[in-house]
């Protein structure tokens, strides 16, 4: 382990974002969503509030989440390409599977097996999450079982 990941370990660094406001609050809309496809304006302020306490937001030139909701416009263009993306890997995915058999090792493709950054980023950040989202069970055991 290098000098520096075992610093970023000790004092638990919250990653940083790097988009506006707007951007920021266009992907809170986009997660309760996906949890709960009739909007909820509660919901909404509930999972800013959660991604605030594992993603280091400047939401300037606004005073809190409450007030970017509020005042702010959401910007989605981050989501759409997003959306792209994981549209994308679910397609390879669903490819490999429909060619190799449902049992098939998908390589990078597979998140939860993965050593790429974004594979180790993404899981890190969600067994973050976990401290404050409830999650499944099921879901629950396979967040534990991830190394930090």
């Not at 989440?65 to 994981?86: C, I, N, T, W, Y």
């Amino acid at each position: 382990m290098g000098v520096l990941s075992f610093f970023l370990k000790l004092f638990k660094f919250k990653p940083g974002w790097n988009g506006t406001p707007e951007m920021f609050l266009a992907m809170v809309m986009e997660m309760q969503s996906r949890n709960n496809k009739e909007f909820s304006a509660r919901e909404v302020l509930q999972w800013g509030e959660v991604m605030q306490k594992v993603i280091k937001v400047n939401l300037a030139p606004y005073k809190d989440f409450a007030d970017l909701m509020e005042h702010g416009q959401p910007d989605f263009s981050m989501v759409e390409k997003l959306r792209g993306k994981m549209d994308e890997l679910n397609h390879r995915r669903e490819l490999k599977q429909a060619i190799y058999g449902e049992n098939v090792d998908l390589g990078d493709d597979d998140v939860m097996k993965s050593n790429s950054d974004g594979a180790i980023f993404a899981r890190n950040m969600v067994k973050d999450l976990s401290k404050h989202v409830h999650f499944s069970e099921d879901d629950q055991k396979k967040l534990n079982d991830i190394n930090d």
